[in-house]
């Protein structure tokens, strides 16, 4: 089974200051990883994903996450965020080992960017 | 490219009664999912289609749920008879061998 945690429900941050999401992920095999973003009333929209090779993956508007096998860690990073930033945030994981490429979902982080 | 569609976006039923949602994936996508979205969670995958097959389904209530994907290409997915813990947000997703994961924008189920 896998599966993926997000210890925080929510992140305030100041618009300009630097920003992290936390997620830990649980799989058997190799994880692929993937952040998606959710606007309201909006479907889930991708940002990035790491599969393999280098640990810093660059996605969509400034993002990056940085993946750290010995912590099972992939947290979401922006230098400097914007009030448009502000949404509810999932990181997720796969098994490409298995074939299925279903993704287990954590339970998401709502970012809040204060002006 | 044109994305994930999905109809309706927003539907209110009374328990037990039947409701149906459509999904056409992107073109080429063979892979086509259903997810469940309950206010406040992470998407939940109910099932997974490779072309028309079901990959898995372990996580469908099978007494009251069932999805089809008869062509390869559109999806429907049954409930009969709906319950209020079915309220919650159907997303449709599909992918190809070289692509991620793309999403629709969801149809919103309210069960009174």
């Known amino acids: 089974a896998q599966s993926v945690a997000q210890p925080e429900d929510q992140v305030n941050v100041a618009e300009g200051n630097p920003l992290t999401v936390k997620c830990t992920y649980s799989?058997?095999?190799?994880?692929?990883l993937f952040w998606y973003v959710q606007y309201p009333n909006r479907g889930l929209q991708f940002l990035l994903k790491y599969i393999t090779g280098d640990n810093l993956v660059k996605g969509s508007y400034g993002f990056e996450a940085e993946f750290n096998k010995s912590q099972t860690s992939f947290h979401l990073k922006k230098p400097s965020a914007l009030v448009s930033d502000s949404a509810l945030y999932f990181c997720?994981?796969?098994?490409?080992?298995?074939?299925?490429?279903?993704?287990?979902f954590g339970s998401g982080t709502r970012l809040q960017v204060q002006p | 490219e044109a994305g994930v569609a999905q109809s309706p976006r927003y539907k209110i039923i009374e328990k037990r009664q039947s409701v149906a949602f459509w999904c056409n994936p992107i073109s080429g996508h063979a892979t086509l999912y259903w997810y469940q979205q309950i206010l406040g969670q992470g998407p939940k995958l109910l099932i997974q289609f490779q072309n028309n097959g079901v990959v898995d389904d372990s996580q469908l209530p099978k007494d009251r749920f069932s999805a089809e994907r008869l062509k390869g290409v559109d999806s429907t997915l049954k409930i009969q008879p709906a319950k209020l813990e079915d309220s919650a947000v159907y997303l449709c997703a599909s992918s190809s061998t070289s692509v991620g994961t793309y999403f629709g924008p969801g149809t919103r189920l309210t069960v009174t």
């Open positions: 997720a994981v796969s098994n490409m080992d298995t074939g299925r490429r279903a993704l287990t």
């Open positions: 799989v058997s095999g190799n994880p692929y």
